[in-house]
């Protein structure tokens, strides 16, 4: 079974600051992709950043950033400079290739303070 | 604007009735996913289809139901409802392949009374 794993339910950070999101995941699949995605209140889901798992590089999008680690199933959110429209729910979520669902994890909420 | 549309926005309604969620996907998507997202059971994945066929089926319970008709609309229909499944329940598509992103609609607001 796939799982994702999120083990910060909320953070908080002052404008302008770095914060990171953690991220862990499992899956037997060798090929899958990984994903940030963003619930603001509005209650829209917004993707962040995406990443696939046969890629090495980091991606980047802007103040986003990811660090994944292959080995050791993690894929945690950088965001740089933070600014208050940033406070939001955050979710990761694993999509296998073969499976074809998304799975996501239980999320963190981000508070961003002025 | 993700451009994929979910009717209605928020419904009422109370145990034991039957109600249909409908979800437009973007113009050109051929999957289309439905989700339920509960303070509790968080974003849970329910079920896919992918042209009109069932693709995928996650936590969905007997009592629901979807379908994916040719014009490539679909709809969740939600049967014998209990408390319990009062949620936020999202639709969301994508073109069909793996590597691609998923837009979301807005989401349904149920409340079951």
């Known amino acids: 079974a796939q799982t994702v794993t999120q083990s910060q339910p909320e953070m908080s950070v002052q404008e302008a600051e770095t914060v990171t999101l953690s991220c862990t995941y499992d899956?037997?699949?060798?090929?899958?992709?990984l994903f940030w995605y963003k619930q603001p209140p509005s209650r829209q889901m917004i993707l962040v950043i995406r990443?696939?798992?046969?890629?090495?590089q980091n991606a980047t999008e802007n103040r986003f950033s990811v660090n994944f680690q292959k080995a050791a199933k993690s894929f945690s959110l950088k965001i740089s400079d933070s600014q208050l429209g940033d406070t939001a729910m955050y979710f990761c979520a694993l999509r296998s290739y073969n499976t074809d669902k998304l799975i996501f994890g239980t999320g963190t909420r981000l508070q961003v303070f002025p | 604007d993700s451009g994929v549309t979910q009717t209605p926005k928020h419904l009422i309604t109370a145990t034991g009735q039957r109600v249909t969620l409908r979800c437009s996907p973007r113009s050109g998507d051929l999957s289309v996913y439905w989700y339920q997202q509960s303070l509790d059971q968080g974003l849970q994945f329910l079920i896919q289809?992918?042209?009109?066929?069932?693709?995928a089926k996650g936590n969905i319970l007997e009592r629901f139901s979807a379908q994916q008709f040719p014009d490539l609309h679909s709809e969740l229909n939600l049967s014998s409802l209990e408390l319990g499944d009062s949620a936020l329940y999202f639709c969301a598509s994508s073109p069909g392949a793996p590597n691609e992103k998923l837009f979301f609609g807005s989401g349904t607001q149920l409340s079951v009374l």
């Open positions: 289809y992918y042209n009109g066929e069932e693709r």
């Open positions: 990443q696939e798992a046969y890629k090495q």
């Open positions: 899956t037997s699949e060798n090929n899958y992709y």
